[in-house]
């Protein structure tokens, strides 16, 4: 029994065979198979060749809301800080201070004494101050402190460019410092320029609101014998 049905498996499946081959042969597949196996390969396509791009950058108008569009634009304009700038000039040459002598009271009071007669004699419509060169004013420290009352009745309430005007024309500007009551920056080449010393009385004339007009009234320089 298990040897009839075999048999008939196997002649079922032959005949499937068969039908199949007959179906291959009715639609040609050999020949076809055959033919694109001996056609020479296609050349293959050309590569297009695109051109790259150049980004080219330009302004445009952006788009703005009807509501903005119709505003007034904006109009930008460059605004000075209120800032006094330390003058950079250097009047003279550097000092030697190692031959730098200190006034005796004496030749101190002499000058000052001096420099009173001189101040009778100026205009008296103008603001006049005396002030005795020290140390500090002259050598190391290069910084002017005035008298506070005159500062705060006659100059300006914050720092301000004022100018100083020796008895030759000559103009140097320098840094006033309100809340130090004092002469900055471009000081020290006021004093360089006319080589004060330690004992010089300086009368200061104030002629505009930011210029003084200054007097010197040279120290008497000591002796030999009193350096002594």
């Known amino acids: 029994m298990v040897a009839s049905k075999l048999s008939s498996y196997e002649e079922s499946r032959r005949k499937r065979m068969e039908e199949n081959k007959k179906r291959i042969e009715a639609l040609n597949l050999t020949q076809l198979s055959l033919a694109l196996r001996n056609s020479p390969s296609p050349k293959p396509s050309p590569m297009k ?3 790259s791009r150049s980004t080219e950058r ?3 108008a952006v788009r703005r809301s009807g509501r903005v569009a119709n505003m007034v634009a904006p109009v930008y304009k460059e605004v000075l800080i209120d800032r006094v700038a ?3 000039r250097v009047y003279g040459t550097k000092r ?3 031959n ?3 006034a005796s009271e004496e030749a101190r009071e002499e000058a000052f004494e001096k420099a009173e007669k001189l101040l009778a004699d100026l205009e008296t419509e103008y603001p006049t101050f005396i002030k005795s060169m020290l140390p500090s004013h002259v050598s190391g420290g290069f910084w002017l402190g ?3 009352q005159f500062c705060k009745t006659h100059l300006p309430k914050r720092d301000e460019m004022i100018t100083l005007i020796d008895e030759e024309g000559d103009e140097y500007p320098t840094v006033y410092l309100a809340r130090k009551t004092g002469l900055s920056g471009g000081w020290k080449g006021f004093a360089v320029a006319h080589n004060l ?3 010089d009385a300086l009368v200061f004339q104030l002629i505009r609101t930011t210029a003084f007009k200054v007097h010197i009234i040279r120290v008497k320089s000591p002796t030999p014998t009193e350096s002594n």
């Open 100 to 102: 730098f002598a200190h």
């Open 86 to 88: 330390i003058p950079r």
């Open 197 to 199: 010393a330690d004992g």
């Open 49 to 51: 060749h695109t051109k």
């Open 96 to 98: 030697n201070l190692s």
């Open 146 to 148: 005035l008298s506070v």
């Open 58 to 60: 330009m302004l445009v």
